[in-house]
């Protein structure tokens, strides 16, 4: 017979391990433009040590945006993992001081795609890889769109892609972006496709 541990069962539940941990404090190893690295020492609620290096990102925001008949996508380069046009929902970091989630998204939306919405909701928040960053992504739904240009201070080559909605299914095929997976995978659900 298997024990509750081995099962993920909460604490609480005879045989589960204790959880928890305090942090005993870490240092800055590098600090960049968009994220820190720290390593860092915790100590778990059974008394054993452990050292972290961990990815301190202040968050990013990603938004599904449709119009009833066409999704709003963009294509554009990413060299970190030598894509020359991936295809994404606009998207970007919360690097704005005291910038909320949901007016970066607005923010984002008009500088990448040019538009606006009248209809905002919160999707979900995620973590983008808790095993070794704090970066948590915020996605939005945004519909009833108009136009609405911003210019963005970054260098950025995006291509705007409008796919039609019937054929999301395709898009959801093609895309190998995690935010635009989620976000396009929650669409679908929502829609009954």
């Known amino acids: 017979?298997?024990?509750?541990s081995e099962h993920g069962a909460g604490a609480g539940a005879p045989g589960a391990p204790t959880r928890g941990f305090e942090a005993l404090g870490g240092e800055t190893v590098y600090r960049g433009r968009f994220f820190d690295v720290r390593v860092e020492r915790f100590r778990h609620a059974d008394g054993e040590e452990v050292?972290?290096?961990?990815?301190?990102h202040r968050g990013a925001v990603g938004v599904v945006a449709h119009d009833g008949e066409q999704l709003w996508l963009v294509r554009q380069p990413r060299e970190a993992v030598e894509?020359?046009?991936?295809?994404e929902i606009p998207a970007g970091r919360l690097d704005v001081d005291g910038e909320q989630p949901l007016q970066a998204a607005k923010r984002?939306?008009?500088e990448e795609i040019g538009c606006g919405a009248r209809s905002w909701e919160p999707i979900l928040t995620y973590y983008a890889s808790a095993g070794f960053s704090d970066e948590r992504v915020h996605l939005f739904?945004?519909?009833?769109l108009f136009e609405c240009p911003a210019e963005s201070e970054e260098n950025e080559r995006i291509e705007i892609v409008r796919w039609p909605l019937g054929s999301l299914d395709a898009a959801i095929e093609e895309c190998r972006d995690a935010?635009?997976?989620i976000?396009?995978?929650w669409l679908s659900r929502r829609l009954g496709a």
């Open 51 to 56: 050292t972290r290096e961990i990815v301190r």
């Open 141 to 144: 739904l945004a519909t009833d």
């Open 1 to 4: 017979m298997s024990s509750a």
């Open 108 to 110: 984002e939306l008009a």
């Open 179 to 181: 935010k635009t997976l």
């Open 83 to 87: 894509e020359p046009e991936l295809l």
């Open 183 to 185: 976000g396009l995978l």
